[in-house]
C-alpha cells in the first residue's frame, strides 16, 4: 500500500514538472523580470547621458538604443523598429521550438537558450512598448567604453558564449545531431 502511494506521489510531480527541456524557461522568465526591473530603476533614477562612476571601469550610463547591438542601424529612419520587433519574434520562436526539441538530459543547451530567450523578450518589450531599448551599464576597456547594455544583452552574451561551450563539452553528440543520426 505504501509503494502504490509513492509511486502516486512520483508520477503526480512529474505531471506538474515537464519532462523536457521546457523545464528551464523558468531562467527566461527570471531574466525577462530582472531586465524590466532594473530599466525601470535605471530610468526613474539616472540622468540620460550622462555617466554615474560606480567603480574604476564600471559606470551607470543611460542611454536609449534605437537600433541593434552596438547601436548599430540607430539612425535609419524608423523601420529598424519594425525590421528588430520581428526578428526578434521569430528568433524567440525559433528558439523556443529548438528548446522544446532538446532531449531532456541536454541541460546546458536548454540552460543557455533560456538565456538568450529571456534577453531576447526583455529587450523586444522595450522595443515593442518604446521604440527603443534602455541601456544602462557601461563598462570600460582601459580608456575605451564598451557600449552600453543592459541585463538583456548580458543574459544573450553569455547565453551564446554558454552555448559555444556547450558545443564542445560532447562534440560526438553534436556531429551525430549534424548528420542526422
Known sequence: MVAASTMSMVKV??????DS????LWISAVII?????????AES???LHQTVNVI??????????????FSFLADAGGWQRWFFTIASVVISVVILIWIKKLEKHDNLTAISLCMILGGAIGNLIDRIYLGHVIDYIQVWLGSYPWP??????????VGAAVLIISSFVNPQKTAEADNGS
Not at 13 to 18: G, T, V
Not at 21 to 24: Q, W
Open 33 to 41: 523580470g530582472l531586465d524590466q526591473i532594473t530599466k525601470l530603476i
Open 148 to 157: 552600453a547594455f543592459n541585463i538583456a544583452d548580458a543574459a544573450i552574451s
Open 45 to 47: 533614477q539616472l540622468p
Open 56 to 69: 574604476p571601469y564600471f559606470d551607470w550610463y543611460l542611454t536609449y538604443n534605437s537600433g541593434a547591438a
Open 13 to 18: 510531480k512529474n505531471d506538474y514538472m515537464p
Open 21 to 24: 527541456a521546457l523545464r528551464y
